[in-house]
């Protein structure tokens, strides 16, 4: 398997969009439908008129701030393929699991 900045890149439209996949809390992704619904029909920038136009403002925005605090407003290099943050609860949860696993590979090694 090739290393993370070798693999190609995923289909892009002519227009610049392609589909990503995040792990967010179910609540946080439901209140913030839940609040893009109760006032798209606002005049921009806080009325959008699909969830997917409000996200991307909000990540424009999150963007220029951290350009802005931490790179004198310019933008920063592109991130390597296998940027990824870490999730701690996700890291909890899978040392829990793997706890479980390798206990269960020890007992059944002990009979």
């Not at 701030?65 to 870490?86: D, H, I, M, S, Y």
Request: hydrophobic residues 30%.
């Amino acid at each position: 398997m090739p290393a993370d900045d070798q693999t190609p890149a995923a289909h892009v439209t002519a227009n610049g969009y392609r589909s990503h996949a995040y792990y967010l809390p179910t609540a946080l992704h439901e209140r913030l439908k839940a609040a893009w619904w109760a006032t798209k029909d606002e005049p921009a920038p806080d009325g959008e008129p699909s969830l997917a136009t409000k996200v991307a403002r909000l990540f424009e925005e999150e963007a220029e701030r951290l350009e802005q605090k931490f790179n004198g407003g310019e933008p920063f290099p592109p991130a390597p393929r296998r940027a990824r943050g870490v999730d701690p609860e996700a890291s909890r949860r899978q040392g829990e699991f793997m706890t479980g696993v390798w206990s269960k590979s020890r007992d059944q090694r002990q009979q």
